[in-house]
């Protein structure tokens, strides 16, 4: 196998971090493993909100200078250190964003160690990382598919199962558009026996979500007051006992609306804006929960709920190639997307 690698590969970088256009596809020499790491031949690579944030410059968190960029990708094991034994030649692997956090609660050092910002990231035709930073794909999904979880899934199976108590059967989920992570977070809801409410101005968009597991869906355009409404379609009108948060400040006032008391709103995101709301979670009763991702603890166990349960991550149908990157970036920063966006690497 060693003999048939070659010497030098092709990776996107990123040194000027102030647009899209600062993408570059550079020759590097194939990187080298230690005795706990492994040497990735990366398939495909999913792109997330945040790594748009990062080529734009308007992250919140350290950077490296020069970086790979990315956080989610999967590909196959091709070398292991002499020390691995957690996979061996053949495996199918995704990373874990935050590459050293196992299990618990997130410390500021597993944070710094995130790929994609001070660890470079997928968007290269090989990698190598520690073993201990790998999950195992479910093995009912491609390699496309099994690029889209290492973010927005794991985030939207923190929100429903990661918290200090977990989602139930016959309870409400709450999710706001067709992202990445409100798709599986309708997904999740649903396998647990929950019912979900989604948001979403977009008419075209609301077939995805009912196909996703939402039983009711609500334009936040026409419908401004789609808090009330959705509490009103909730089980047993009590309100959603889950709401997962991406739109931010903007969205938070009807997010409270919605909420059932003692619910937990996951703040996930700022997609709808930076403007200060005006509902205090005290006064509507509710626990608010930042998610940062997830553990690798929790990934496992969300691979498995998936594998089980034969679940499909939803994945735009635009197909971008290796030399497509900026244009996979202005796609999804132009808000096209039903789902993932998902870059082929070969």
């Given at each position: 196998?060693?003999?048939?690698?070659?010497?030098?590969?092709?990776?996107?970088?990123?040194?000027?971090?102030?647009?899209?256009?600062?993408l570059?596809?550079?020759?590097?020499?194939?990187?080298?493993?230690?005795?706990?790491?492994?040497?990735?031949?990366?398939h495909?690579?999913s792109?997330?909100?945040?790594?748009?944030?990062?080529?734009?410059?308007?992250?919140?968190?350290?950077?490296?200078?020069?970086?790979?960029?990315?956080?989610d990708?999967?590909?196959?094991?091709?070398?292991t250190?002499?020390?691995?034994?957690?996979?061996?030649?053949?495996?199918?692997?995704?990373?874990?964003?935050?590459?050293?956090?196992?299990?618990?609660?997130?410390?500021?050092?597993?944070?710094?160690?995130?790929?994609?910002?001070?660890?470079?990231?997928?968007?290269?035709?090989?990698?190598?990382?520690?073993?201990?930073?790998?999950?195992?794909?479910?093995?009912?999904?491609?390699?496309?598919?099994?690029a889209?979880?290492?973010?927005?899934?794991?985030?939207?199976?923190?929100?429903l199962?990661?918290?200090?108590?977990?989602?139930?059967?016959g309870?409400?989920?709450?999710?706001?558009?067709?992202?990445?992570?409100s798709l599986?977070?309708?997904?999740?809801?649903?396998?647990?026996?929950?019912?979900?409410i989604?948001?979403?101005?977009?008419?075209?968009?609301?077939?995805?979500?009912?196909?996703?597991?939402?039983?009711?869906?609500?334009?936040?355009?026409?419908?401004?007051?789609?808090?009330?409404?959705?509490?009103?379609?909730?089980?047993?009108?009590?309100?959603?006992?889950?709401?997962?948060?991406?739109?931010?400040?903007?969205?938070?006032?009807?997010?409270?609306?919605?909420?059932?008391?003692?619910?937990?709103?996951?703040?996930?995101?700022?997609?709808?804006?930076?403007?200060?709301?005006?509902?205090?979670?005290?006064?509507?009763?509710?626990?608010?929960?930042?998610?940062?991702?997830?553990?690798r603890l929790?990934?496992?166990?969300?691979?498995?709920?998936?594998?089980?349960?034969?679940?499909k991550?939803v994945?735009?149908?635009?197909?971008?190639?290796?030399?497509?990157?900026?244009e996979?970036?202005?796609?999804?920063?132009?808000?096209?997307?039903?789902?993932?966006?998902?870059?082929?690497?070969?």
């Amino acid at each position: 196998m060693a003999n048939k690698l070659p010497t030098t590969m092709k990776q996107w970088v990123l040194r000027d971090k102030s647009g899209f256009g600062n993408l570059l596809l550079e020759e590097s020499p194939l990187p080298e493993i230690g005795d706990f790491d492994v040497l990735i031949k990366v398939h495909a690579v999913s792109l997330n909100y945040r790594d748009l944030m990062i080529a734009q410059g308007t992250y919140y968190w350290p950077l490296k200078p020069t970086i790979v960029p990315a956080s989610d990708f999967a590909g196959e094991v091709l070398l292991t250190g002499r020390l691995v034994t957690r996979f061996s030649p053949g495996s199918r692997v995704a990373g874990q964003v935050h590459q050293t956090h196992i299990a618990g609660t997130i410390t500021v050092s597993d944070a710094m160690n995130s790929l994609g910002g001070l660890v470079d990231g997928g968007l290269r035709q090989y990698a190598a990382y520690h073993e201990g930073g790998l999950v195992e794909l479910p093995a009912n999904l491609s390699w496309r598919e099994g690029a889209t979880l290492a973010c927005a899934a794991l985030t939207a199976w923190n929100a429903l199962y990661g918290g200090a108590k977990a989602l139930r059967p016959g309870e409400t989920v709450l999710v706001q558009g067709t992202g990445g992570v409100s798709l599986f977070g309708c997904q999740f809801a649903k396998a647990g026996g929950a019912e979900v409410i989604a948001t979403t101005s977009d008419e075209e968009k609301m077939g995805v979500l009912r196909a996703a597991g939402a039983k009711h869906i609500l334009n936040y355009k026409t419908n401004p007051n789609w808090g009330n409404t959705a509490k009103e379609l909730s089980v047993g009108k009590r309100g959603a006992d889950y709401v997962l948060e991406i739109g931010g400040p903007n969205t938070f006032e009807q997010s409270c609306a919605a909420a059932s008391i003692d619910s937990t709103i996951a703040i996930i995101g700022t997609r709808a804006g930076q403007a200060p709301g005006t509902v205090l979670p005290h006064t509507a009763l509710v626990q608010t929960r930042r998610i940062m991702i997830g553990s690798r603890l929790q990934f496992e166990e969300m691979s498995r709920a998936i594998e089980v349960n034969d679940i499909k991550p939803v994945v735009d149908g635009k197909v971008f190639g290796f030399g497509e990157v900026r244009e996979a970036y202005e796609y999804l920063w132009e808000q096209k997307a039903v789902g993932k966006v998902v870059v082929d690497v070969e």
